[in-house]
């Protein structure tokens, strides 16, 4: 409400002072989607509420899967339905490969080198090579796996520990963590916060900070011509967030380049590629990865974990099997490791189920087309922002029998995956825009929740035996529970 009340202060005020009454275009191109009709100065924008993710689903209900939204001066396509997402990702993927730049994201001149903001070009084209390459392909990963490994035993410690003075333990910051730790150890062989302790060191606050800001609606955004003034900040705060992270970077950089021969990670690929090929990567596109890479890495992981967790504590059958199954490949009390995944079925359907109905990032990295499309015999603008509602396809009655409820068991008969090749379940996207950083989560996320599941027994509190959890959604950057899981373990042995 607040946003919306700025949002209609400044632009009334706006009109009045250029003696405008609209500032959308003249002569409405022919054959939009259908959507519904913006008023003036705000278009849309009082349709979205707290909860775009759903209100969109809801408006795609009454327009269709392909439908076209003003907000404030930007044209929106909001794409609603597996087929239709199969037609932007897949069968016109270039045309719909660009990104839509928030204006928080151009702080530092982030989006200038980041491999996620990039155009598809020659640049982008040798920075996902080298992510494919040198950190995500099954050779690295493999390389780095007693790393993630140490990490999850320090995370059942922290929940041991936890037990032990009778405390609760907050999930999404305890995964949190886990994954930034985790990442760090990859990329520098060093944590980077403390995985026994709530207050972290300055990075972990760094990274939730950025997170946090990055988050949040921004009237820039939608009304491009407010960009200089920033009005409410957050670009401003995220050049001072960013700043700090390069600096941390630079002297972990700068550390590095005198000690090169100890250390085989990350840092040093990065550093080595850069040597070769200084046309292509740059310190400046290092530290711009990074930052990438600890964004995207942390607080997906942890929302997910903490939705997968939330789930199996109301499904008490699924709690059950996961176990079973847990206890007979795994043995009862034991860490999960990555090599125990393709043993474990069951848990990679609770994953499937949990990422279906939960999609880290709801709309997924918003895209942009740079050329007049046509999609279905509709006309897209130049310029239109393009949303991908995951969440609403995730949830698609016509195409999920009990599509709202948690039932793992609907991905055992089936062969649907998310690796981008069924739009039905496109949680890390498709195409050419295919999160990189998907065969890491593949790996982290399984061995995170079978260990946790395997070595306690969760409660709500020290004396429930029966969990009553709300489902409530905080909409940001991800897609978290508005209100943590906080539950008490009890070690198996």
């Given at each position: ?328 490949f795994i043995g009862k009390g034991k860490m999960v490791e990555e090599s125990d995944i393709l043993r ?62 948690f039932k793992p068991e609907r991905f055992l008969t089936s062969s649907l995956d998310v690796r981008g ?73």
């Open positions: 409400m607040e946003f919306m009340l700025i949002a209609l202060g400044l632009f009334l005020t706006y009109a009045l002072t250029r003696a405008t009454l609209s500032i959308f275009q003249v002569g409405k191109p022919k054959n939009l989607p259908p959507g519904p009709t913006p008023l003036p100065i705000i278009g849309n924008l009082h349709l979205l509420g707290d909860q775009p993710h759903q209100s969109l689903a809801k408006l795609a209900a009454i327009h269709g899967p392909i439908m076209f939204l003003k907000l404030g001066r930007i044209s929106v396509l909001v794409i609603s339905s597996a087929a239709a997402a199969k037609e932007v990702l897949q069968k016109q993927d270039l045309a719909f490969s660009s990104r839509h730049i928030p204006d928080a994201l151009t702080a530092h001149n982030h989006s200038t080198y980041s491999v996620v903001w990039l155009p598809v070009a020659t640049q982008w084209r040798s920075l996902r090579k080298f992510l494919n390459t040198n950190i995500f392909s099954s050779s690295s990963l493999d390389a780095n796996q007693h790393l993630r490994s140490l990490k999850v035993q320090e995370l059942v410690a922290y929940c041991r520990k936890a037990s032990h003075s009778g405390d609760s333990v907050n999930i999404s910051r305890a995964a949190f963590r886990t994954s930034l730790n985790l990442l760090s150890n990859t990329f520098f062989s060093k944590d980077l916060t403390d995985p026994y302790e709530d207050s972290g060191k300055e990075f972990k606050e760094l990274v939730g900070n950025m997170m946090e800001e990055a988050g949040k609606p921004n009237l820039v955004d939608f009304f491009p011509v407010l960009k200089k003034i920033d009005p409410q900040g957050i670009r401003r705060r995220l050049t001072l967030y960013f700043g700090k992270a390069f600096e941390i970077f630079e002297e972990l950089i700068e550390e590095r380049l005198g000690n090169r021969s100890k250390q085989d990670d990350v840092l040093n690929e990065c550093l080595k590629f850069s040597e070769e090929n200084p046309d292509q990567m740059n310190p400046t596109h290092i530290k711009s990865l990074l930052l990438d890479l600890f964004a995207a890495g942390t607080d997906t992981t942890s929302s997910s974990l903490e939705w997968a967790m939330t789930e199996i504590l109301c499904n008490p059958y699924t709690m059950t099997k996961a176990k079973e199954e847990l206890e007979e474990l079925p069951y848990l990679g359907c609770i994953l499937k189920e949990t990422l279906r109905i939960h999609p880290p990032v709801p709309f997924l990295i918003p895209r942009k087309t740079q050329t007049e499309v046509k999609l279905n015999n509709y006309i897209v603008p130049k310029g239109t922002q393009v949303l991908v509602n995951a969440w609403a396809i995730g949830r698609d009655s016509t195409l999920w029998e009990d599509s709202l409820k090749h069924d739009f039905e379940l496109v949680p890390f996207g498709a195409g050419r825009r295919i999160c990189p950083g998907m065969p890491l989560a593949s790996r982290v996320l399984p061995v995170m929740l079978g260990s946790l599941l395997n070595n306690f027994n969760w409660k709500l509190d020290s004396g429930s035996e029966h969990i009553e959890l709300d489902m409530n959604e905080k909409f940001g950057i991800t897609l978290q529970k508005a209100n943590p899981l906080c539950v008490f373990p009890i070690p198996i042995n």
